[in-house]
């Protein structure tokens, strides 16, 4: 838990909004402790159980049957997709598991020991970073791909892909390293140092309000524009497009027909929007409320309700993001549907094989030791009999 001295008020908005979210959605002691009585607080607690049961198990199935390359999309897509799907998971380790299930329901366990938590806090700004910015190096991935097909030739590959996810994720940790030396310990209990707080520097020195502006900056404002602009694009080029070979068509042949050109892109242009527009309204609640404290300046005293309220909604939709790709593939891609009914009826083939075999062991172990009209049954080695001989008529366990 990240954690603030009540003297340190003097702070903007945009530092309040920072704080906010990544300090675990509001947890410093004088802006929670007089809102735990709120309903979205009671809301929040079962909210993070539900993502943390469903965010596991999804992300792991998607990335399970992403790698194995049968969903008819390209190794770049895919490259992306199993990316961004490792990203969201570990995004729901690291917040939901080791911060806010911490917060509500361990607050003192070793997850709140200094070191702990600081190192868990710049993992969880490094996955979020991850997961948003991924998300942008794929819309541009298939901006290039639909709008600049001369590019697209040498842009859109599996080493490129795998090239840019790692300098993204290497410039991503390189970022957030700093913010591990912005803790200090609350207090020292038998000489272990206990929970988070920001050093009093870090809201007057200008190299952590620097570090602060840019961080920023670069999550979430750039990805929410980029990704509006992309899409935009995307949906100019695709409508000019349309409008040209139609025209063609009638010119051509006189009449419309299928075009599998148009028909074979289709499948990545709706992956590619429902991942965009998923994104873009999950964190449109968390953006506007940047935007507020941002524009109006407004400090941690005069926070009212409505608005703590609407932060903590925004960050939990943000939390519902890294849930939501499982279910947009399985909607959106045929091929990762009948992926996924294999791997489901897969697994319970596996469990009735498993059943059936104990059922059948267990049976026979039974024949095997019941005396059945005073004999034991077939197949009991000679020498088990003589031993048992002295005590027939009872039952052999």
């Known amino acids: 838990?990240?954690?603030?001295?009540?003297?340190?008020l003097a702070m903007s908005g945009r530092q309040l909004f920072q704080l906010h979210y990544y300090s675990g959605g509001g947890t410093e002691e004088?802006?929670?402790?007089?809102?735990?009585?709120?309903?979205?607080?009671?809301?929040?607690?079962?909210?993070?159980?539900?993502?943390?049961?469903?965010?596991?198990?999804?992300?792991?199935?998607?990335i399970v049957i992403l790698?194995?390359?049968?969903?008819?999309?390209?190794t770049c897509t895919t490259l992306y997709l199993v990316a961004m799907a490792t990203a969201d998971l570990l995004n729901i380790i690291?917040?939901?598991?080791?911060?806010?299930?911490?917060?509500?329901?361990?607050?003192?366990?070793?997850?709140?020991?200094?070191?702990?938590?600081?190192?868990?806090y710049v993992l969880f700004r490094a996955a979020t970073d991850c997961s948003?910015?991924?998300?942008?190096?794929?819309?541009?991935?298939?901006?290039?791909?639909?709008?600049?097909?001369?590019?697209?030739?040498?842009?859109?590959?599996?080493?490129?892909?795998?090239?840019?996810?790692?300098?993204?994720?290497?410039?991503?940790?390189?970022?957030?390293?700093?913010?591990?030396?912005s803790m200090k310990s609350r207090e020292m209990v038998d000489g272990v140092p206990w929970f988070c707080l920001r050093k009093p520097s870090y809201f007057t020195d200008?190299?952590?309000?620097?570090?602060?502006?840019?961080?920023?900056?670069?999550?979430?404002?750039?990805?929410?524009?980029?990704?509006?602009?992309?899409?935009?694009?995307?949906?100019?080029?695709?409508?000019?497009?349309?409008?040209?070979?139609?025209a063609l068509k009638r010119h051509s042949k006189g009449g419309d027909c299928s075009d599998p050109e148009m028909e074979s892109r289709r499948r990545s242009i709706v992956l590619l929007f429902a991942i965009s527009g998923s994104f873009i309204f999950l964190w449109l609640t968390n953006v506007v409320h940047f935007l507020y404290y941002f524009c109006s300046g407004a400090v941690p005293s005069v926070q009212n309700d409505y608005l703590y309220t609407l932060g903590v909604v925004g960050v939990m939709l943000l939390n519902l993001n890294c849930c939501t790709s499982t279910f947009i593939y399985a909607v959106t891609q045929s091929k990762f549907r009948e992926q996924l009914k294999n791997a489901v009826f897969g697994v319970c083939g596996v469990v009735a094989i498993t059943e059936s075999w104990l059922k059948e062991d267990l049976n026979s172990q039974t024949c095997a030791c019941n005396p059945k009209d005073g004999q034991l049954a077939e197949g009991v080695e000679e020498s088990f009999v003589q031993k048992r001989k002295p005590i027939q008529g009872t039952t052999i366990i």
């Open 1 to 8: 838990m990240v954690r603030i001295e009540p003297g340190s």
């Open 30 to 62: 004088y802006l929670v402790a007089p809102r735990m009585h709120l309903p979205v607080s009671y809301v929040a607690r079962v909210w993070y159980i539900v993502i943390a049961v469903i965010g596991v198990p999804v992300n792991l199935v998607a």
């Open 67 to 74: 790698s194995r390359g049968k969903c008819g999309l390209s």
């Open 94 to 120: 690291t917040q939901v598991l080791l911060r806010r299930m911490a917060f509500y329901y361990f607050p003192w366990s070793f997850l709140s020991i200094t070191p702990v938590c600081s190192t868990t």
């Open 132 to 181: 948003v910015w991924f998300t942008v190096t794929f819309t541009f991935d298939r901006f290039v791909a639909i709008c600049c097909r001369k590019l697209s030739t040498r842009f859109c590959t599996k080493n490129t892909a795998a090239t840019v996810l790692s300098i993204t994720a290497s410039l991503i940790c390189v970022k957030n390293v700093p913010f591990y030396f």
């Open 206 to 246: 200008p190299g952590w309000v620097g570090l602060d502006w840019f961080a920023t900056v670069v999550t979430p404002f750039i990805p929410f524009v980029i990704i509006l602009l992309l899409n935009a694009l995307i949906v100019r080029h695709i409508l000019v497009a349309s409008q040209v070979r139609k």
